[in-house]
């Protein structure tokens, strides 16, 4: 996996979530069972994790499982999720950061594969939140890449399936990359949110 500078995306998705209205925090996402305002919990807490993850500072940030409890928003997310996604990508671009071992989500891993995970989140799930709230989205090229190279991977992972990512949803092979990797990441790329049930608990 290749040294990625996560800041490019972070300060998009900062952008997407700066322009989510109040009124759009109930309103469902391609996630299964999540609506915008658990999408939003869960881009700060997996901002946190991968953070210390990057750092080798292990403990319940990174011990803790992305199923333990429904992630949500709470007081102050609109200052705190920006100031996560920036600490995030100060911390991946610290060379050590890609190099030995790490763990995240209670899984231990290599730092470069953590790395490529959190590539991956970041672009899928700013996909996430554009396509729930009706915003434009074009994701950092080099996040792109390295999302691609990971989701190709775990394609054939026969254990994936199930949760946030489930099994891959076909494209057409001279689909946009964007649609490449969200139909790997187990999404249609044609969702939409008025097709979409309301998430449960919005």
């Known amino acids: 996996m290749t040294m990625v500078d996560l800041g490019p995306q972070t300060r998009i998705v900062a952008r997407l979530a700066a ?18 305002r658990h999408l939003l919990g869960h881009l700060l807490t997996l901002s946190v994790a991968f953070r210390d993850a990057a750092r080798k500072d292990l403990g ?16 102050g997310w609109r200052e705190r999720l920006p100031e996560a996604l920036e ?11 890609w190099t030995g ?25 700013a996909w996430d939140l554009a396509r729930a709230t009706g915003q434009a989205y074009t994701p950092d090229p080099a996040a792109l ?6 989701l190709r991977a775990a394609a054939g992972d026969p254990t994936r399936g199930g949760g946030i990512f489930g099994p891959a949803v076909p494209v057409p092979a001279d689909a946009p990359l964007l649609d490449r ?3 790997l990441s187990g999404r249609d790329p044609v969702w939409s949110p008025q097709a979409a049930p309301r998430a449960a608990g919005a």
């Open 181 to 183: 990797a969200v139909g």
């Open 145 to 150: 890449d390295s999302a691609l190279v990971f």
């Open 87 to 97: 600490e995030l990508a100060a911390a991946w671009r610290d060379p050590a950061a």
């Open 60 to 75: 319940p940030t990174t011990d803790t499982g992305p199923d333990a409890a429904l992630p949500d928003i709470g007081p």
């Open 19 to 36: 322009s989510v209205a109040d009124e759009q925090l109930t309103a469902a996402t391609p996630c299964p069972d999540l609506g915008v």
């Open 101 to 125: 071992e790490t763990r995240a989500g209670g899984v231990d891993l290599p730092g470069a594969v953590a790395g490529a995970v959190v590539a991956d989140e970041l672009v899928i799930h």
